[in-house]
């Protein structure tokens, strides 16, 4: 299972399980990666969680989520950067380069507005990502999240962002569930090369069972990921995958269970 | 309420009223066009229908819905299309030059292969639409039915096939709902100045309390409507514009009421 090297499992998989026992399961289950959520962190604390990822020797591919930019007032959108500063800080912390960015929706209905608020959001953060040595991966989101959770809805607008802000503390991160229905997506994966700083698999199940908490097995849907596993490569990433499966009949099955259809549908299916 | 002459009610609006019951509805309330389903036309026949609309003066401005065009086998893809060319018949004798096209998801992982069947699909029918002069409006869908319902899911890509089939007979069928989140809409809306052959509204609400049946009235959601209807309107679009809210708690009111409520959000809010 050499495959499995670069098989992260995403806390948002298994959300039942603290810190702790994510880590301890995925040292059990021989899965070298953890894609790390800010609310599992705050529960057992920063150092609590770095000392339980050396001594299980597990490292985190990225940390979710930093973003959620746009806001009525500057007072507000200045708040929202403090955080995304703290949340910089984690990253470093933990030993991961990437801070994984859900840039949030519009606070009224000028949904141009909040991407430029966006776009200043993060041009005003990478100073600090700089310093920090952290890279910020702009994850576009389904479409169908652009009214709460991010108006950043496509690869070739989070290129184009990437291209403006002109950095390379700056670039990308690839959810197949995001993504897969575009069909500029190929084009955009090229132009990405080298910007791509996560890539992320789950499955698209037909018809979806819940648009929120419906996501399958990679296997279960019909998602080509091997066709955009070679694509993302193929624009120079090498890093983790991470398996973000965000669905409540995986949720309620036992966690040990679940990292074992994780890895035989990863090695699969991805 | 002059406002009110460009509003059609798409029955899909008010799912529990039959032909008969949309028609005289409609003529109360002082609504001129409907946009028509066919297993509405099915339930009382074409010839009623026809009978119907003529003596209560309600006209129609599209038929809904032909595409649905991949299939696995050549002989399932001929089938398809005699579907659609009974749907043309339909349309013509209705009255109406517009045919709405759902074009269909992809019968396996191959969504750009099922692409080309809608495009090739389309091709195949336009001389038939051309000799019962209708046309045809490809309608994109939201991303999120990619799976279940249309492989043609952004603007952009409906007008790259109008310009492609290069026909009058072809174009497309704007819906709030399902574009209003697209980061490229003006840019395509202006490319498709002279070939948008219908604009439908409803609103986006947040967060969503259902993906499928979850559009909101106008005005309830996050959707920029009048600025969305200059846009069509700049692209020379000045015909119908018909309400389609495909909502469980709309459904479960009396269909009058919902009438006078879209009466009012329309001319409030679009």
């Known amino acids: 299972m050499a495959n499995l090297v670069r098989l992260s499992l995403n806390q948002a998989t298994t959300q039942y399980w603290g810190m702790r026992e994510t880590i301890l399961g995925c040292a059990e289950a021989g899965i070298g990666w953890i894609g790390a959520w800010r609310h599992k962190i705050e529960e057992i604390g920063l150092a609590e969680t770095v000392s339980l990822l050396r001594s299980h020797d597990v490292r985190v591919s990225s940390l979710c ?35 994984v960015l859900v840039c949030g929706p519009a606070p009224d209905k000028d949904i141009e507005a909040a991407r430029r608020m966006v776009e200043d959001g993060i041009a005003a953060l990478l100073p600090y990502a700089q310093e920090r040595t952290v890279r910020l991966a702009i994850e576009p989101l389904h479409p169908m999240f652009a009214g709460d959770r991010s108006v950043v809805v496509t690869l070739r ?97 036992p966690g040990a269970q679940v990292l074992q259809t994780v890895k035989q549908r990863f090695v699969d299916f991805v």
């Open 65 to 99: 989520r930093g973003g959620f930019f746009p806001a009525p007032t500057l007072a507000q959108r200045q708040q929202r950067l403090d955080d995304n500063r703290r949340a910089i800080d984690d990253a470093a912390t933990l030993g991961t380069n990437v801070l």
């Open 157 to 253: 607008q989070a290129n184009d962002m990437v291209e403006r802000l002109h950095s390379e503390w700056v670039g990308t991160a690839v959810d197949a569930y995001h993504v897969w229905w575009d069909p500029h997506l190929d084009t955009e994966l090229a132009r990405a090369r080298g910007t791509i700083l996560g890539f992320h698999v789950s499955d698209w199940l037909v018809p979806p069972p819940d648009h929120l908490l419906g996501r399958g097995y990679m296997g279960d849907g019909v998602i080509d990921l091997p066709r955009l596993r070679s694509c993302v490569e193929a624009a120079a990433y090498s890093g983790p995958i991470e398996v973000e499966i965000f669905n409540k009949q995986v949720w309620d099955t």
